[in-house]
T-cell receptor, first 116, second 115 residues
Framework: AQTVTQSQPEMSVQEAETVTLSCTYD???????LFWYKQPPSRQMILVIR??????QNATENRFSVNFQKAAKSFSLKISDSQLGDAAMYFC?????????????FGKGTHLIIQP | GAGVSQSPSNKVTEKGKDVELRCDPI?????LYWYRQSLGQGLEFLIY????????KSGLPSDRFSAERTGGSVSTLTIQRTQQEDSAVYLC?????????????FGPGTRLTVL
């Protein structure tokens, strides 16, 4: 079974600074997707960014970018110019292209605190 | 509607009672998913629907849990004889199709508290 590990339960960063959230995963599949979701106190999960495993180029969405290291099975999220609205729980998630359950496998999450 | 909606937002029930949680997916989305978020277990995938069909129910925590979807739209997650360990936030998501590259859009969840 696939597993996703987020080793940082909580991270704190000063507003306007850069922060990196870590994620590692374990899979025997070669074709899959990785995601970062944000969950603010409203509970609604919001997709931040996603990466296709067969694409070598790291995905970027405005201030959010990833460092995808397929051989190392690592998928970190970098948030540049942190803003107060970035404060939330961040979840790393995995989904493979094969059959089976077809749900997302999530890590335990990282609570991101933005210091004004 | 514009997004996935879930009702009720919060539900408090007594141990042993049955509860029904409702999910309205985004119009036109054929795939629908249920997840459970609890302090102890984190986010767990429970079940998915392709249209009205749920091919794999092995992710449901026990036989007290059941889910159905009608008309390819609204889905209901039913928990019978609720236990305190069922207390969690139940999240629903939908996507345009079942393919792994389709983004899943999440609802705000239902917080279930079993006393």
């Amino acid at each position: 079974a696939q597993t996703v590990t987020q080793s940082q339960p909580e991270m704190s960063v000063q507003e306007a600074e850069t922060v990196t959230l870590s994620c590692t995963y374990d899979t025997s599949e070669s074709d899959y997707y990785l995601f970062w979701y944000k969950q603010p106190p409203s509970r609604q999960m919001i997709l931040v960014i996603r990466q296709e495993a067969y694409k070598q180029q790291n995905a970027t969405e405005n201030r959010f970018s990833v460092n995808f290291q397929k051989a190392a099975k690592s998928f970190s999220l970098k948030i540049s110019d942190s803003q107060l609205g970035d404060a939330a729980m961040y979840f790393c998630a995995y989904r493979d292209s094969g059959g089976g359950a077809d749900g997302l496998t999530f890590g335990k999450g990282t609570h991101l605190i933005i210091q004004p | 509607g514009a997004g996935v909606s879930q009702s009720p937002s919060n539900k408090v029930t007594e141990k042993g009672k049955d509860v029904e949680l409702r999910c309205d997916p985004i119009s036109g989305h054929t795939a629908l998913y249920w997840y459970r978020q609890s302090l102890g277990q984190g986010l767990e995938f429970l079940i998915y629907f392709q249209g009205n069909s749920a091919p794999d129910k092995s992710g449901l925590p026990s036989d007290r849990f059941s889910a159905e979807r009608t008309g390819g739209s609204v889905s209901t997650l039913t928990i019978q004889r609720t236990q305190q360990e069922d207390s969690a936030v139940y999240l629903c998501a939908s996507s345009l199709a079942l393919s792994y590259y389709n983004e899943q859009f999440f609802g705000p969840g239902t917080r279930l508290t079993v006393l």
